[in-house]
């Protein structure tokens, strides 16, 4: 595979992040046509009842499609392979015929992060790396630290002090990271990130092309539980927007190894208060950063550094980007609970834009849709559990009895009423 600049296409050094001449991005590029789909997809029919480590990876089972790591430098936790959920209460919400989840939260540490850093962490550690390093709203310095302590590395994780889930640092603290938290949000962690001399330390925000390898491999993964039937859309939130780099590039790869015939459009939906994507995708300008702001932690960022990637992404494969408000988020993750899923506040943008985008026509009702949940229900259990004590129109809240006679009652009520319809 070769490393090039996303950019302006000069061919960079293994192990750089940024193109030496220009400063961007740099991208692995896959020689697809080395490749017969036939074959391929023999091969990954076989693996699937192999019991060797890598083939139970939803990662490595694609191990020809991602840039080579030796065997012996492989860490694994078995991350990506992931359930395609039927969204029942989630279709007739936001108004589509077909919707299902592909619930990222349902990873080794319950976020999709765990894709691509078993790819940049075995990659870290094949090249002998000793310190591995992250800014984070909390669910990369999680997986960073899970995956830094299965290969023996240090693990060094810059945070912003306040505004993030007490749950993540507390998941990134049990798997033995350092926890630098810093007087300021996320952009300044990954500011102070990016000065980092790479040779020394291994920076695995998804800046690092190893990462976005391992994160395209969730298109496959969704294509493959899918027969190779492509969706008409997929429905994404977007904070740093590694996320939408990787799918859409994992899509394409997948289109010109001939597994598929057509691309699935791309919705990346922002936090309104966190939102400079949709809106340089709105205005056809160049992304402006904005200062922040949104309950939804996980994708409270203002100057996202894979912005052009994405935008080249959505505008291949024909899709869109807007914002939807904190509430609309709010009342989106409490619907998809209902389906007996749930997943953290930042992945329910997905159901909100989703609601506004069939609402508009712009997708219609009877469009095949893949909402994707980057992360899991249990991420954020402060922000659930205020949400089901506020009085808002989903809540549930907690039923304080008194006595016996009252317990009982309670119960009795519901012995004859009608029960919710199964999924
Ligand atoms: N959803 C969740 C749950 C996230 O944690 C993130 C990003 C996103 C969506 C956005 O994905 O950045 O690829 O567009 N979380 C990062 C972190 C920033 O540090 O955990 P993206």
Not at 129 to 155: E, F, I, K, L, P
Not at 166 to 187: H, R
Not at 270 to 289: D, I, N, T
């Amino acid at each position: 595979m070769i490393l090039r600049c996303s950019a302006c296409a000069r061919v960079a050094a293994d192990g750089t992040l940024l193109c030496a001449a220009c400063g961007d991005l740099l991208a692995f590029e896959l020689d697809t046509a080395a490749f017969d789909p036939a074959r391929v997809r023999a091969l990954l029919a076989q693996r699937r009842v192999s019991n060797d480590h890598r083939d139970r990876s939803g990662v490595w089972r694609f191990r020809e499609l991602l840039p080579p790591v030796p065997e012996a430098a492989i860490v694994t936790l078995r991350e990506g392979d992931l359930p395609l959920y039927a969204a029942r209460t989630g279709a007739a919400y936001a108004g589509v015929d077909r919707l299902s989840y592909l619930h990222q939260g349902m990873n080794p540490t319950a976020s999709f992060k765990d894709c691509g850093m078993t790819v940049a962490v075995s990659n870290a550690h094949a090249r002998g790396a000793r310190v591995a390093v992250c800014a984070s709203t909390g669910n990369t310095s999680a997986s960073m630290a899970a995956y830094a302590a299965r290969a023996g590395m240090h693990a060094v994780v810059l945070v912003p002090a306040t505004g993030i889930s007490e749950s993540k640092v507390a998941q990134t603290l049990d798997y033995g990271a350092t926890v630098l938290a810093i007087d300021g949000d996320f952009d300044a962690a990954l500011a102070a990130v990016r000065t980092l001399d790479p040779t020394r330390v291994a920076v695995v925000n998804s800046i690092n092309p190893y990462r976005i390898e391992g994160q395209k491999t969730a298109a496959f993964v969704l294509l493959e539980a899918r027969d190779w039937r492509v969706p008409d859309w997929i429905v994404l939130p977007g904070g740093n927007l590694g996320n939408t780099s990787a799918l859409g590039k994992g899509f394409r790869e997948a289109l010109a190894l001939g597994l598929i015939d057509r691309l699935p459009r791309l919705a990346v939906v922002q936090a309104a208060g966190a939102a400079p994507f949709a809106r340089a995708f709105a205005s056809g300008r160049e992304l402006e950063p904005v200062v922040a702001k949104t309950t939804a932690t996980a994708i409270k960022i203002g100057a996202p550094a894979s912005w052009k990637k994405a935008l080249h992404e959505v505008r291949v494969s024909n899709g869109t980007a807007l914002a939807v408000d904190d509430d609309a988020i709010a009342d989106a993750r409490a619907v998809i609970g209902r389906d007996g899923i749930g997943c953290e506040p930042a992945s329910a943008a997905s159901l909100a834009g989703l609601r506004v985008l069939a609402a508009s026509g712009a997708i219609p009702r009877d469009a095949d849709v893949v909402a994707v949940l980057t992360g899991h229900v249990l991420k954020d259990p402060q922000y659930v559990a205020q949400y089901h004590a506020s009085g808002a129109a989903r809540a549930n809240p907690i039923v304080r009895v008194r006595d016996d006679a009252e317990l009982m009652a309670r119960i009795d009520a519901f012995v004859d009423s009608p029960v919710p319809a199964g999924r």
